[in-house]
C-alpha cells in the first residue's frame, strides 16, 4: 500500500512563496504518475498539477507559471513549489499518487491572505 504525508503548508502573504512536500512509503514512486490536488471549503478537489513518470507535467490554467511540481525518486519525495500566491490558492493540498492501493493522506492547509 502507497501511504503519502504532506507538509510545507502554512500561512503566507500574497505574493508569497511555499514549497509543499510529499513524503512517500510503501512503495518507490518513481514509476507512477503523481500529482497535487487541492480542496477549498465548499469546492470539490481538484487536480493542479501533475507529473508523468516520463518527466511529462501539466497544470490547471490558475497555477500555469506560478506552481512547479517535481520529485526526488532517491527521497520517494514528490514537491509542489508554489510562487506568486494568490488568496484563491487557499486551500488544503493533497498528493496523489497512481497505484491501484494509494491511500489519501491528512493534506497540508495553505492559506493566502495578508
Known amino acids: 500500500q502507497v501511504q503519502v504525508v504532506e507538509s510545507g503548508g502554512g500561512l503566507v502573504q500574497p505574493g508569497g512563496s511555499l514549497r509543499l512536500s510529499c513524503v512517500a512509503s510503501?512503495?518507490?514512486?518513481?514509476?507512477?504518475?503523481v500529482g497535487w490536488y487541492r480542496q477549498a471549503p465548499g469546492k470539490q478537489r481538484e487536480l493542479v498539477a501533475h507529473?508523468?513518470?516520463?518527466?511529462?507535467?501539466n497544470y490547471v490554467a490558475s497555477v500555469k507559471g506560478r506552481f512547479t511540481i517535481s520529485r526526488d525518486n532517491a527521497k520517494n519525495t514528490i514537491y509542489l513549489q508554489m510562487n506568486s500566491l494568490k488568496p484563491e490558492d487557499t486551500a488544503a493540498y493533497y498528493c496523489?499518487?497512481?497505484?491501484?492501493?494509494?491511500?489519501w493522506g491528512q493534506g497540508t492547509q495553505v492559506t493566502v491572505s495578508s
Open positions: 496523489n499518487v497512481a497505484s491501484s492501493d494509494f491511500t
Open positions: 510503501g512503495r518507490s514512486v518513481s514509476i507512477y504518475n
Open positions: 507529473l508523468t513518470r516520463d518527466g511529462n507535467t
